[in-house]
C-alpha cells in the first residue's frame, strides 16, 4: 500500500504532466500561425500592367522578381507617361481615358493602342541605341530616369488625352532611380522589416496584393460592386478569410517567397471604371473603404491619414515562377496590421 505522502507526491506529479501538457498544446495552437506556414487560399489572378495608368494583362503565370512580376516581355510598370515639357507623370487619377490603352511588350516592341483602332509599335532597341534621357517627378516628388520612347507614341497619348507633349519613359535598371522603397517603423504596428527595394514605375513597392474575399466583404457595402482590376493588384488570393492579409507577414507559392511591409492605402484611382474609362460620380469604393477601413489610431493613422487600406505592399525574398490555382501560404504577424 502507498503512504499518503507517496499517494499525494504522485497526483502532484500526474496534475504538473497534465498541465504542462496541455500548456504544450495551447501554446502551439498559439504559437503556429506565426512560425509555421499556413496554406490560406489560392491564387486567382495575376497581373502585369507594363505601362504605369494603361490596361493590365491577366496571364496564367508569372516570375517574382526584386523588380515585381514579368512574364516573356511584360515587365509591370516598366514604361511611365510624363509630360514632356515639366515631367510630371501622369496617371489614371487624373487621366482616367489611360485606363482604356492597350499596351503589349513582346519580342522587344512595345505596343500602344487606343479606342479607335490606332495604334504605335515602338522598337526597344532603337529606344536604347536613341539613349534619350528624360527625368520624370513622380509619387511625392520623388524623381527616376528613363529612356524617352519617341514621338509617335507619344502622339498617341496626347490625342487620346487631349493634351500636348506627352512622352512615354522606358525604364532601365542603369538610370538615375532616386525611389528606394525603404520600409519606415510607423507603417504597421507590428514590426515592421527592415529592407530596401527597388521599383520601377510603381507608386511604392514591386508587389501588391489583394484578396477576393476582401472584395466581396466590400461589394456587398455597395450598390454598384466593383471588380479586383480597381485596385490593380499584381496578385489575387482566392478562398483565404476577408481581410486576413492585413495580418500577414510572409507569402510564400510555389517557390516564390516574399514578405509583406505595408498595408496598401488607396487612392482616387480605385473609382475609375476599368471598363468604361468612367471616375465614378460618389467617388466610390474610395468613399465607402474611408468609412471602415482606415488605419488604427496613433501611429499608423499619423503615417496613412485619410487613405484607406485595400491590399498588402511586399517585396521578394525568393524569387521563382508562380501560376494560377497555386497554393498560398503565409507567416502571421502577431496582430493585424
Given amino acids: 500500500m502507498l503512504s499518503d505522502d507517496r499517494k499525494l507526491l504522485l497526483a502532484c506529479i500526474g496534475g504538473s504532466l497534465i498541465t504542462y501538457g496541455a500548456f504544450r498544446v495551447i ?3 498559439y504559437d503556429s500561425p506565426k512560425d509555421e506556414w499556413i496554406p490560406v487560399g489560392t ?43 515639366t515631367g510630371g507623370h501622369l496617371t489614371a487619377r487624373a487621366f482616367p481615358k489611360m485606363i482604356l490603352m492597350q499596351c503589349n511588350a513582346s519580342e522587344g516592341v512595345l ?3 487606343i479606342h479607335n483602332g490606332r495604334s504605335v509599335d515602338v522598337i526597344l532597341d532603337d529606344v536604347v541605341n536613341n539613349n534619350v ?23 498617341l497619348f496626347d490625342e ?113 471604371d476599368p471598363e468604361t474609362g468612367h471616375m465614378d460620380a460618389d467617388m466610390q469604393p474610395l468613399k465607402k473603404l474611408r468609412e471602415f477601413r482606415l488605419a488604427p489610431e496613433g501611429k499608423m493613422r499619423e503615417a496613412h491619414k485619410q487613405a484607406p487600406i485595400f491590399g498588402v505592399n511586399a517585396g521578394i525574398v525568393q524569387p521563382g515562377y508562380i501560376h494560377v490555382g497555386q497554393t498560398v501560404y503565409v507567416k502571421y504577424k502577431p496582430s493585424a496590421f
Fill in 27 to 29: 501554446k502551439s495552437l
Fill in 43 to 85: 491564387v486567382k489572378h495575376l497581373r502585369v500592367f507594363p505601362v504605369k495608368s494603361c490596361r493590365g494583362h491577366e496571364v496564367f503565370s508569372v516570375r517574382c522578381g526584386p523588380l515585381g512580376v514579368s512574364i516573356g516581355g511584360l515587365h509591370d510598370r516598366e514604361f511611365l507617361v510624363i509630360n514632356g515639357k
Fill in 111 to 113: 505596343t500602344v493602342s
Fill in 133 to 155: 534621357v528624360r527625368r520624370a517627378t513622380m509619387h511625392k516628388q520623388k524623381q527616376a530616369d528613363g529612356l524617352d520612347c519617341g514621338d509617335a507614341v507619344g502622339a
Fill in 160 to 272: 487620346l488625352l487631349g493634351v500636348a507633349d506627352t512622352r512615354v519613359l522606358y525604364y532601365q535598371s542603369h538610370l538615375f532611380n532616386g525611389r528606394p522603397c525603404i520600409p519606415k517603423p510607423n507603417w504597421w504596428n507590428n514590426p515592421v522589416p527592415k529592407r530596401k527595394d527597388t521599383i520601377r514605375y510603381a507608386d511604392l513597392a514591386p508587389y501588391l496584393i489583394t484578396t477576393e474575399e476582401s472584395l466581396h466583404a466590400l461589394n456587398a457595402l455597395l450598390e454598384t460592386p466593383v471588380t479586383s482590376l480597381n485596385f490593380r493588384g499584381n496578385i489575387v488570393v482566392d478562398r483565404c478569410a476577408a481581410w486576413d492579409e492585413d495580418k500577414w507577414a510572409e507569402i510564400r507559392i510555389g517557390d516564390a517567397q516574399l514578405q509583406c511591409f505595408k498595408p496598401c492605402t488607396r487612392c482616387i484611382l480605385t473609382t475609375v
